[in-house]
């Protein structure tokens, strides 16, 4: 039986989904696992480390997930789980694996077609059972524009941040794409440039507004 961790009391809140443990369907079928009669364990590390881990076993259309979680500090809790399968035809041959999400919301299957599940809690579910959002919806016009020019930085092999020299072009890339992603990743900067200034002028204006300052007080 797999130790899956700590689990949280409950899965309320806008929490994240990078926050939490998840299970993708798409790497499970990269590396065998659900293949039927398949059985093993799928574990994850920090810093090489192994942190966590669960047991599977794989049906033609189901995968069985056995793990122990413990809830708020309390004793710990052995938990099968079995997970529907379902395979979609893909445009040019083969299908497509989906993980039907096994919640149940306020009485209510969740039935969800999803990639991922997610074990913030007892068990694993799709991020809208448990109302959890992307770091990336909670980002400013800012952090959107900077983690865009940074991703840009980083496939060309450079470093994240401004403050870095812009990273020459690869060995083999066209140089008409890597004239495209340094003007994308310019207008990027520039964007995050004057999105600050505006973030930085209101606050200014803010804290100068002798009348705010006054009614805040009162």
């Not at 099968?80 to 306020?106: L, Q, T």
């Not at 994308?184 to 600050?196: G, N, T, V």
């Amino acid at each position: 039986m797999g130790g899956f961790g700590s689990g949280r009391p409950t899965g309320s809140g806008r929490d994240k989904v990078e926050h939490h443990r998840s299970i993708d369907v798409n790497r499970l079928q990269k590396t065998g696992c659900l293949r039927a009669g398949w059985s093993g364990g799928w574990q994850w590390t920090q810093g090489g480390e192994r942190v966590a881990w669960i047991n599977l076993r794989a049906e033609t259309d189901r995968l069985h997930l056995s793990y122990r979680v413990r809830m708020g500090g309390g004793e710990w809790e052995s938990i099968e789980e079995p997970v529907r399968i379902v395979r979609v035809p893909c445009r040019f041959g083969g299908a497509r694996p989906y993980f039907i999400c096994p919640g149940v919301v306020n009485g209510i299957a969740c039935g969800r077609r999803v990639v991922k599940l997610h074990g913030p809690a007892r068990f694993f579910l799709c991020r809208h059972c448990y109302r959890l959002a992307h770091a990336s919806q909670s980002e400013g016009q800012w952090d959107r524009a900077l983690r865009r020019a940074n991703q840009i930085r980083q496939r060309l092999g450079g470093d994240p941040g401004m403050a870095a020299p812009f990273p020459p072009k690869p060995k083999g890339m066209w140089w008409r794409t890597y004239e495209r992603l340094h003007a994308q990743a310019f207008e990027a900067e520039m964007f995050a440039d004057e999105a600050f200034a505006i973030r930085a002028e209101r606050l200014l204006a803010r804290i100068d507004n002798p009348e705010r300052k006054r009614r805040f007080w009162q």
